[in-house]
């Protein structure tokens, strides 16, 4: 259990949580991560999987270089688990497409990647291509599609063998996990800070770093935190193992490593429920088919929702407590595509935030200066 030993108590194992750990313990750190249990909302267990750039940060700079780093980083990221654990996040650096058929919805997208471009200059680049273009090189696709992006730096990965990866590397360097922990107070107390679990344990910390997740809102309040999240959910579905490879990767329709192919993600601001409901799903397989006709011939295995974790304008909140300077808050929607930086760079920020100087824009005092202007 948490003792004074640890210097850092994370609070939320999911992958955003075990990143952080896994930097800080690399960081020569010792490491408690505090887990709830298998009944809560878990993003980490049922996302897409994808380690993606296209369209990231049009409209904000510091996000379109964090996740063009994130990219980058992910190569390397990805063997050090692979060498760590055995465990292999099945990285899959293929080139990603954006498939469209609607052309009004196309257009923007293409303007959205010109503006990414900007922000990013050489460090992005990207493809559009027209329908037919795009069928002479991929027969396969269908008529509806009226066009496509594409950008080579984009890819995917086995995102539960990331979270068994991540577990596992916490744990070799020393790490402890403890599972059905879940804090449901904090309060300061001698310079460090009280916890109290559901089960009615007390634990003592030194410093906390908050990855809750969905859990997150109400010790961040706690903590004198200004940053709410809130669900937003997605739905997937899976299909039956294809014997032959898809000839691509998109942000909707991608083939995992297992054989399966993933066809998602609808948005719905939907509350605290994750059920899969049958309209979605309908439509989540017409636009597949629409996309691939040949998988209409393919039997759907399995479907689920699952909840992202959304911070007001859906970019990432690193942020100190103003009350408390050891307790941080980290939280964002694409922890997959970010966890090489959750477990790099933003170590170095919890240290000390003038290491990290670029992760400034993500502090939570954006929301305070929008809502004032
Ligand atoms: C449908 C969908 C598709 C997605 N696709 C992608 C994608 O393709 N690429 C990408 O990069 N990202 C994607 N994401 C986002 C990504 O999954 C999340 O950003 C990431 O999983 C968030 O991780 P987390 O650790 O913050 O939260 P979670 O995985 O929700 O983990 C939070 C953890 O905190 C624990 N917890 C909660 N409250 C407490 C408490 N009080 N005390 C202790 N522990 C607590 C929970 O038990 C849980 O284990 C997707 C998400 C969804 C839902």
Redesign the pocket.
């Known amino acids: 259990m948490a003792s004074r030993a640890t210097q850092f108590t994370i609070?939320?194992?999911?992958?955003?949580?075990?990143s952080v750990a896994l930097g800080l313990l690399q960081a020569g750190r010792r490491v408690t991560v505090?887990?709830?249990?298998d009944g809560?909302?878990?993003?980490?267990?049922?996302?897409?999987?994808?380690?993606?750039l296209q369209g990231k940060g049009a409209d904000f700079a510091a996000y379109a270089e964090l996740t063009r780093d994130a990219v980058a980083a992910w190569p390397g990221f990805a063997a050090m688990l692979g060498e760590l654990t055995g465990v292999d996040p099945a990285l899959d650096p293929c080139g990603g497409y954006e498939f469209f058929t609607d052309p009004a919805e196309f257009a923007d997208f293409s303007a959205a990647l010109e503006r990414q471009r900007a922000h990013l200059g050489n460090r992005f680049s990207h493809e559009i291509i027209d329908g037919d273009d795009l069928r002479r090189a991929h027969p396969r696709i269908g008529p509806d599609v009226v066009g496509a992006t594409f950008c080579a730096l984009d890819g995917?990965v086995n995102?539960l063998r990331l979270l068994r990866a991540l577990r596992s590397a916490v744990v070799t360097l020393g790490g402890r996990i403890v599972t059905d922990?879940?804090?449901?107070d904090v309060a300061t107390a001698g310079g460090g800070f009280a916890l109290s679990l559901?089960d009615g344990r007390h634990l003592g910390a030194d410093r906390i770093v908050l990855?809750?997740?969905?859990?997150?809102s109400?010790?961040a309040e706690r903590l004198g935190f200004a940053t709410r999240v809130r669900p937003?959910?997605?739905?997937?579905l899976i299909t039956e193992k294809l014997g032959s490879r898809l000839p691509f990767l998109s942000?909707t329709i991608r083939q995992v490593d297992e054989g399966g192919v993933q066809i998602?993600?609808t948005k719905a601001d939907a509350g605290p429920d994750d059920r899969e409901s049958l309209g979605q799903m309908a439509g989540l397989a017409r636009h597949a088919v629409r996309v691939l006709p040949a998988l209409a011939d393919v039997r759907v295995v399995r479907a689920w929702?699952?909840?992202?974790?959304m911070t007001p304008d859906g970019y990432p909140v690193y942020a100190r407590s103003p009350r408390h300077s050891g307790a941080c808050l980290?939280?964002?929607?694409?922890?997959?595509?970010?966890?090489p930086l959750h477990a790099g760079i933003l170590t170095a920020w919890i240290d000390d935030p003038s290491r990290a100087p670029g992760l400034e824009a993500f502090d939570e005092d954006r929301f305070a200066l929008s809502e004032a202007a």
């Open positions: 609070i939320g194992g999911g992958v955003v949580g075990l505090l887990d709830g249990s809560d909302f878990r993003a980490s267990q049922g996302n897409f999987g994808l380690v993606w995917h995102p922990a879940a804090v449901t559901r990855c809750a997740g969905l859990g997150s109400p010790l937003q959910r997605g739905e997937l942000s998602g993600g929702g699952a909840l992202r974790v980290v939280t964002c929607h694409s922890g997959i595509t970010l966890a």
